[in-house]
């Protein structure tokens, strides 16, 4: 591990990126400790914060093992929302997976299509239209923004209750995330799942208005985000339970898997979308905001900053998208007539950028079949959860629901 | 496409030079930690993508003795401007265990969790090696190409 | 007051605590919604108003479940103790000349020393509950209420030091000709509202003060066993604090029954209603605090102030005298 004896040193060079060497640990807390070496007397108490509870995000059982209010040690339990969609995905041809996949990050759903229908392009050879990837990019930042609101909400209820000054702040941004629903519902008929993209681009095309309609919900967002910064990043209350709460080691998070606005606000300077850009992404500079605290403030501070940059780069966009075919492979009215060409197991691997970090499918696709033969996806609120062992060590239960808030795991797109 | 230093590396190690583009090289059972250990130390590869696993039965028209395959992908990224993948795999027959990176890279013991209980993968040296998706008293493996998707298991089926 | 004229005074006033805590609950829904761009209760009844009576139906017809394990006869009890003891803190509360249940001498230490008691049905709610979440939140409610007392008894005594006496009728007379303790003497008199009610809203377990049933993280707190009749019996002991908190600064702070025009009873409802509303407000507004933050915030910051304030007080007592 890096060493950070010497005071002078403000920053390491792992793994690519410079990281602030004051986040930088010596040792990670073991998450195999066996609570007997800790204390042999059985003093703790072990809380279930179990399947049902209001600030877990999703069905996810955490045992915390407490000295009083202090966690000793934390044992998360997967799989209460466990699906089966990858053995799902292995029955079902590839223009059928993007409607189940959708189901997996539930807060963001064109995600998960996009990232599966990259995978599977890039598995079949098919080329995707230049209409189609502008669209692509400005309906992933709508996402985008759609699910940092929801973000913004929610934690807000972690914070203040949901009878209480949390349900006032998760109220309001619901109310803008209402505005992009109904943009969606205007492209694809559905508001949270809209299984519009497909292998070669997407099903869906802009209806007429729809540009001005989303200039229309930017600018409102704009004027409300201001209101979200005034109530919450100079509120005293807020700063008291977020600045100095639930440091993230960037090495750590590295060696994890974690990446997205978790990672960028330790100082990681690693972003999908200007490091390694798919869709529209070249056209456009992304700027990725990093900062170098790794705090629950610090990680609130990025997702602002994101939502702002993605409000520019949907207006850099949305004027000029290409006119054009919306899809590169013949819209397919049976599902089995894509098929792999090659005559051995071909592989694929892609990732995308998504509100959590990244996400990615491999496919293994299997001669003279139109359907996947593996399907594995690369869930990033996945990593996010397995921080939890490490970054509850010494917290106390209040921080502990807000350190969780802050990461933003999803847990349909955990269990799948 | 593997990235040149990787390369190096997997022709230096492995004496491999043409290794497959999407999956890499196949690495031996007894090499893995060390090409993962330099890839991670030398070349700064410290982002650990995914462990993904997938079961691969004989074929039916295959010789006799030819036996069921697990092949366990990982990858690995460099962070930063000008990020890289360099994807590596492991094939075992079915019921052997291969090792686990657990030791090296913080993110693979859940994953190589994960890729136990769906696809019945076993890793040698990892710390706690037990399901993870699947309540603790399930049994078979529902990743593997045998299990029926309906598969009866009381209460939930 | 003959002793049936006391009677009926404390009969009144104890269904009038009863309906504006019940009442509370939908003036806090309406005034809520509006603040969340959304406009509350409006089926039952017209605007909503017959709305506390439906959650009461609703309430009564549910299952009484106590848990196995827990310690059945403290566990019934302690919400009616609970509720009882609110109310009884109404009976020394003057609405106007003449016009209080019991005048004691002592009115103030009345207030005080069963606000004390009533640290241990909170307590003993969450102990008897026989479940984790509940021991936590009573742990906490015992730490935050036994600390916030000493601050809250230090403010208190200012408008004792400045009005000579105990009885809450001499206090508001001392306040006569809106030289109310909140802004006269200026300075200490103001610091010392403010101090008196954060820590009654601690007290009244409110937010931001409100973790002994944080319900974001122990889901009801020390709440969270209790079903229908007993739940709704705890609730309304939490509005009923928190409207005997109302009142009880506007008596000692903001002059009671004093006012424009015509002194008397309307004026100290108006108070009350007024501080009862802002209660409300700073609860969908704000927050909670960690609990260490929070008794943090007392230890360090209040106590100090208080113990200032009292200083203060008696040099402005002294000075007065003396000029």
Same mark, same amino acid.
């Given at each position: 591990?890096?060493?950070?004896?010497?005071?002078?040193?403000?920053?390491?060079?792992?793994?690519?990126?410079?990281?602030?060497?004051?986040?930088?640990?010596?040792?990670?807390?073991?998450?195999?400790?066996?609570?007997?070496?800790?204390?042999?007397?059985?003093?703790?108490?072990?809380?279930?914060?179990?399947?049902?509870?209001?600030?877990?995000?999703?069905?996810?059982?955490?045992?915390?093992?407490?000295?009083?209010?202090?966690?000793? *040690?934390?044992?998360?339990?997967?799989?209460?929302?466990?699906?089966?969609?990858?053995?799902?995905?292995?029955?079902?041809?590839?223009?059928?997976?993007?409607?189940?996949?959708?189901?997996?990050?539930?807060?963001?759903?064109?995600? %998960?299509?996009?990232?599966?229908?990259?995978?599977?392009?890039?598995?079949?050879?098919?080329?995707?239209?230049?209409?189609?990837?502008?669209?692509?990019?400005?309906?992933?930042?709508? @996402?985008?923004?759609?699910?940092?609101?929801?973000?913004?909400?929610?934690?807000?209820?972690?914070?203040?209750?949901?009878?209480?000054?949390?349900?006032?702040?998760?109220?309001?941004?619901?109310?803008?995330?209402?505005?992009?629903?109904?943009?969606?519902?205007?492209?694809?008929?559905?508001?949270?799942? /809209? %299984?519009?993209?497909?292998?070669?681009? @997407?099903?869906?095309?802009?209806?007429?208005?729809?540009?001005? @309609?989303?200039? @229309?919900?930017?600018?409102?967002?704009?004027?409300?985000?201001?209101?979200?910064?005034?109530?919450?990043?100079?509120?005293?209350?807020?700063?008291?339970?977020?600045?100095?709460?639930?440091?993230?080691?960037?090495?750590?998070?590295?060696?994890?898997?974690?990446?997205?606005?978790?990672?960028?606000?330790?100082?990681?300077?690693?972003?999908?979308?200007?490091?390694?850009?798919?869709?529209?992404?070249?056209?456009?500079?992304?700027?990725?905001?990093?900062?170098?605290?790794?705090?629950?403030?610090?990680?609130?501070?990025?997702?602002?900053?994101?939502?702002?940059?993605?409000?520019?780069?949907?207006?850099?966009?949305?004027?000029?998208?290409?006119?054009?075919?919306?899809?590169?492979?013949?819209?397919?009215?049976?599902?089995?007539?894509?098929?792999?060409?090659?005559?051995?197991?071909?592989?694929?691997?892609?990732?995308?950028?998504?509100?959590?970090?990244? $996400?990615?499918?491999?496919?293994?696709?299997?001669?003279?079949?139109?359907?996947?033969?593996?399907?594995?996806?690369?869930?990033?609120?996945?990593?996010?959860?397995?921080?939890?062992?490490?970054?509850?060590?010494?917290?106390?239960?209040?921080?502990?629901?807000?350190?969780?808030?802050?990461?933003?795991?999803?847990?349909?797109?955990?269990?799948? | 496409?593997?990235?040149?230093?990787?390369?190096?590396?997997?022709?230096?190690?492995?004496?491999?030079? !043409?290794?497959?583009?999407?999956?890499?090289?196949?690495?031996?059972?007894?090499?893995?930690?060390?090409?993962?250990?330099?890839? *991670?130390?030398?070349?700064?590869?410290?982002?650990?993508? /995914?462990?993904?696993?997938?079961?691969?039965?004989?074929? *039916?028209?295959?010789?006799?003795?030819?036996?069921?395959?697990?092949?366990?992908?990982?990858?690995?990224?460099? &962070?930063?401007?000008?990020?890289?993948?360099?994807?590596?795999?492991?094939?075992?027959?079915?019921?052997?265990?291969?090792?686990?990176?657990?030791?090296?890279?913080?993110?693979?013991?859940?994953?190589?969790?994960?890729?136990?209980?769906?696809?019945?993968?076993?890793?040698?040296?990892?710390?706690?090696?037990?399901?993870?998706?699947?309540?603790?008293?399930?049994?078979?493996?529902?990743?593997?190409?045998?299990?029926?998707?309906?598969?009866?298991?009381?209460?939930?089926? | 007051?003959?002793?049936?004229?006391?009677?009926?005074?404390?009969?009144?006033?104890?269904?009038?605590?009863?309906?504006?805590?019940?009442?509370?609950?939908?003036?806090?829904?309406?005034?809520?919604?509006?603040?969340?761009?959304?406009?509350?209760?409006?089926?039952?009844?017209?605007?909503?108003?017959?709305?506390?009576?439906? !959650?009461?139906?609703?309430?009564?017809?549910?299952?009484?479940?106590?848990?196995?394990?827990?310690?059945?006869?403290?566990?019934?009890?302690?919400?009616?103790?609970?509720?009882?003891?609110?109310?009884?803190?109404?009976?020394?509360?003057?609405?106007?000349?003449?016009?209080?249940?019991?005048?004691?001498?002592?009115?103030?230490?009345?207030?005080?020393?069963?606000?004390?008691?009533?640290? $241990?049905?909170?307590?003993?709610?969450?102990?008897?509950?026989?479940? *984790?979440?509940?021991?936590?939140?009573?742990?906490?409610?015992?730490?935050?209420?036994?600390?916030?007392?000493?601050?809250?008894?230090?403010?208190?005594?200012?408008?004792?030091?400045?009005?000579?006496?105990? %009885?809450?009728?001499?206090?508001?007379?001392?306040?006569?000709? /809106?030289?109310?303790?909140?802004?006269?003497?200026?300075?200490?008199?103001?610091?010392?509202?403010?101090?008196?009610?954060?820590?009654?809203?601690?007290?009244?377990?409110?937010?931001?003060?409100?973790?002994?049933?944080?319900?974001?993280?122990?889901?009801?707190?020390?709440?969270?066993?209790?079903?229908?009749?007993?739940?709704?019996?705890?609730?309304?002991?939490?509005?009923?604090?928190? $409207?005997?908190?109302?009142?009880?600064?506007?008596?000692?702070?903001?002059?009671?029954?004093?006012?424009?025009?015509?002194?008397?009873?309307?004026?100290? &409802?108006?108070?009350?209603?007024?501080? /009862?509303?802002?209660?409300?407000?700073?609860?969908?507004?704000?927050?909670?605090?960690?609990? !260490?933050?929070?008794?943090?915030?007392?230890?360090?910051? $209040?106590?100090?102030?208080?113990?200032?304030?009292?200083?203060?007080?008696?040099?402005?007592?002294?000075?007065?005298?003396?000029?």
């Amino acid at each position: 591990m890096a060493s950070v004896a010497d005071p002078r040193v403000k920053d390491l060079a792992i793994g690519g990126v410079r990281v602030p060497a004051a986040l930088v640990r010596e040792t990670w807390p073991d998450p195999y400790m066996d609570i007997e070496d800790y204390d042999p007397e059985s003093d703790l108490m072990s809380l279930n914060m179990g399947p049902q509870h209001p600030s877990t995000h999703g069905v996810l059982r955490v045992k915390l093992f407490l000295d009083g209010e202090i966690c000793v *040690k934390c044992v998360p339990y997967l799989g209460y929302l466990h699906r089966g969609v990858e053995k799902l995905c292995e029955k079902l041809t590839y223009v059928q997976v993007p409607s189940v996949v959708d189901k997996n990050d539930y807060v963001s759903p064109m995600m %998960n299509e996009l990232a599966v229908c990259m995978s599977f392009e890039k598995l079949l050879g098919i080329e995707v239209p230049e209409r189609a990837l502008v669209m692509r990019t400005v309906i992933a930042e709508l @996402q985008r923004l759609s699910s940092h609101l929801l973000w913004v909400g929610t934690w807000g209820l972690d914070m203040g209750g949901a009878i209480g000054g949390g349900g006032s702040l998760f109220i309001h941004t619901f109310r803008e995330r209402e505005l992009f629903l109904d943009l969606f519902e205007e492209l694809t008929g559905g508001r949270f799942h /809209y %299984n519009h993209h497909t292998p070669g681009g @997407q099903r869906h095309d802009i209806p007429p208005g729809w540009e001005a @309609q989303v200039h @229309q919900v930017l600018n409102v967002l704009e004027s409300r985000l201001i209101e979200y910064e005034d109530l919450c990043t100079d509120n005293h209350i807020f700063q008291a339970r977020t600045v100095g709460v639930g440091v993230i080691d960037p090495v750590l998070a590295m060696e994890l898997g974690v990446s997205g606005p978790v990672a960028r606000a330790s100082g990681i300077d690693h972003d999908l979308r200007r490091d390694a850009p798919y869709a529209a992404y070249d056209r456009v500079k992304v700027q990725v905001p990093v900062r170098q605290e790794g705090d629950c403030f610090a990680r609130y501070m990025v997702r602002l900053a994101e939502m702002r940059e993605s409000i520019r780069i949907v207006r850099c966009l949305i004027d000029d998208i290409p006119e054009g075919p919306i899809c590169g492979a013949k819209m397919v009215k049976l599902p089995g007539s894509q098929k792999v060409k090659a005559k051995e197991f071909v592989y694929a691997y892609s990732a995308i950028e998504s509100p959590r970090g990244e $996400l990615g499918t491999w496919v293994v696709g299997q001669p003279k079949s139109a359907s996947a033969y593996r399907c594995k996806i690369r869930p990033p609120s996945y990593h996010l959860v397995s921080m939890l062992p490490y970054l509850c060590v010494g917290q106390m239960i209040s921080d502990i629901v807000v350190v969780l808030g802050s990461l933003d795991p999803i847990l349909g797109e955990v269990d799948r | 496409m593997i990235p040149d230093d990787a390369r190096a590396l997997f022709e230096r190690l492995l004496e491999e030079k !043409d290794p497959h583009p999407e999956i890499g090289p196949r690495v031996p059972c007894d090499q893995l930690l060390a090409v993962a250990r330099a890839l *991670k130390e030398e070349l700064e590869y410290r982002f650990f993508v /995914y462990c993904a696993a997938a079961h691969f039965p004989a074929p *039916k028209d295959a010789e006799e003795g030819t036996p069921a395959e697990i092949l366990v992908a990982y990858r690995v990224r460099r &962070l930063g401007p000008g990020t890289v993948t360099v994807p590596f795999h492991v094939r075992v027959p079915v019921d052997t265990a291969s090792p686990s990176l657990a030791s090296l890279y913080a993110g693979a013991d859940w994953q190589e969790r994960e890729q136990y209980d769906l696809v019945g993968a076993l890793f040698e040296g990892h710390p706690d090696l037990r399901r993870i998706m699947m309540p603790e008293d399930w049994e078979g493996h529902p990743l593997r190409r045998e299990y029926a998707i309906d598969t009866p298991h009381f209460p939930w089926r | 007051m003959t002793w049936y004229m006391t009677l009926l005074l404390g009969l009144t006033i104890c269904t009038l605590a009863m309906a504006l805590g019940a009442w509370g609950t939908w003036y806090e829904r309406k005034f809520a919604g509006r603040m969340q761009n959304r406009p509350g209760p409006t089926e039952v009844g017209p605007f909503g108003l017959l709305q506390p009576l439906a !959650d009461l139906l609703k309430l009564l017809q549910k299952e009484i479940l106590v848990p196995r394990g827990a310690a059945r006869w403290l566990f019934l009890a302690s919400p009616i103790v609970a509720a009882a003891g609110t109310l009884s803190l109404f009976a020394v509360i003057p609405f106007g000349e003449g016009i209080v249940v019991a005048d004691l001498n002592i009115g103030v230490l009345w207030i005080f020393s069963l606000g004390s008691v009533l640290v $241990l049905p909170h307590w003993v709610v969450g102990w008897a509950s026989n479940n *984790k979440y509940a021991l936590l939140g009573a742990m906490r409610a015992a730490a935050q209420t036994i600390s916030y007392e000493i601050p809250l008894l230090l403010a208190g005594m200012i408008p004792i030091m400045l009005a000579g006496s105990f %009885n809450m009728g001499d206090i508001v007379a001392a306040q006569d000709g /809106y030289r109310w303790f909140a802004l006269w003497p200026p300075g200490p008199g103001a610091v010392a509202f403010v101090m008196f009610f954060m820590c009654s809203l601690a007290e009244a377990n409110r937010i931001p003060f409100d973790i002994p049933e944080a319900e974001s993280e122990l889901i009801g707190g020390i709440s969270v066993e209790y079903t229908g009749l007993w739940a709704a019996i705890l609730q309304l002991a939490e509005y009923i604090h928190t $409207l005997v908190t109302a009142a009880v600064c506007s008596v000692l702070f903001l002059g009671g029954w004093d006012g424009p025009f015509v002194d008397g009873p309307h004026w100290m &409802l108006l108070k009350t209603m007024l501080i /009862y509303l802002s209660v409300f407000w700073m609860r969908w507004s704000w927050m909670r605090y960690r609990s !260490d933050q929070l008794l943090a915030i007392c230890w360090h910051y $209040l106590l100090p102030i208080a113990l200032g304030l009292v200083a203060a007080t008696a040099i402005w007592i002294r000075l007065v005298e003396v000029s």
